[in-house]
């Protein structure tokens, strides 16, 4: 059955986003550094993309203002908002549990799960997410938006993989 | 110049300690696991161990009862307490800055921050660790006591080595 993959990348002190939005700090020791990361191997195993609204508002805003990030994957956006569907682009009020469900049911690759954190937080809370791809970059933030908010359920995981490449760690985990 | 380390564990959610005071989680995968950690090797490196009142205490009733956890170093005990001194052991009302400037104008091996939270995050906040040697355990933990308190600088690290045993990842970052 097709997993559910949350990939993202925190710093050493568990941060994904900076207080103020800087997004400078999510690169290796060099920010030149030539060194395949692991996004175009990943990229290649789903074809699904979740993420929260504030997540999406950020990435058609800011990240990815002229093209859109994802082309070639169905994206489902965790909103209230009534917002028009888009090419690939799905809004929707359904919970995490309920569109995981209907999604786990059918064919397909794997299915991302690209943040933000409060729709992570849920996932975890639930215990919805497979495996937990997490790209540990080389700083310590100091402050931001925590990747994991502190009122989850112990989850007992498996190491899969570590893999280094320009001072940053990819450490995969299943479930035990 | 001897170096100061914190050498510690952390859940993958970033926990150092169960709200319960539960230790049974700072194990790998198998709780019986043969292979030889880092610990062994890391103790070899340092002769001086820096901690707050309350992980000592900590260890004296509970973790280590009947003998002292780290015979054979010289132990600073961070406290505001009118303590009497013991072999090996010294409580001190000096700051975290001040203690280290001395001991780092003395020969010896390394210095060894061993926690908790409280005691770490004064030394994050000023910058006074060289290096930063992470133990991650395989498992969220879900809740407890954050190594990093979240009111931090930002501190651009370089990461030294990554190594893997039993389901467990060594993290060893030096500043860049």
């Known amino acids: 059955m097709r997993k559910t993959v949350l990939y993202i990348a925190e710093s050493l002190d568990g941060f ?21 990361g692991s996004y ?5 195993t789903v074809d699904t993309v979740l993420m929260g609204y504030t997540t999406y508002h950020q990435i058609v ?8 990030a994802y082309e070639g994957m169905q994206t489902y956006v965790f909103t209230h908002k009534d917002l028009l569907d ?10 995490p549990e309920v569109l995981l469900e209907r999604l786990k049911g059918q064919e397909g690759k794997d299915i991302w799960i690209c943040g933000g954190a ?24 100091g402050s931001g938006i925590r990747l994991f908010d502190g009122e989850n ?7 899969i993989s570590a893999k280094c490449y320009n001072g940053m760690t990819d450490l995969v985990y299943g479930r035990r």
């Open 40 to 44: 175009p191997a990943f990229i290649r």
């Open 118 to 141: 409060d729709i992570v937080n849920q996932m975890v809370q639930r215990d919805l997410i497979d495996d937990y791809r997490i790209t540990v970059i080389p700083v310590i933030l």
């Open 16 to 36: 994904i986003a900076a207080p103020n939005g800087d997004v400078s700090w999510l690169t290796g020791e060099y920010p030149d550094g030539l060194e395949e």
């Open 153 to 159: 359920p112990k989850i007992k995981l498996r190491l």
């Open 61 to 68: 805003t800011e990240l990815s203002p002229d093209k859109w």
């Open 86 to 95: 888009k090419k690939e682009i799905t809004f929707t009020e359904e919970t």
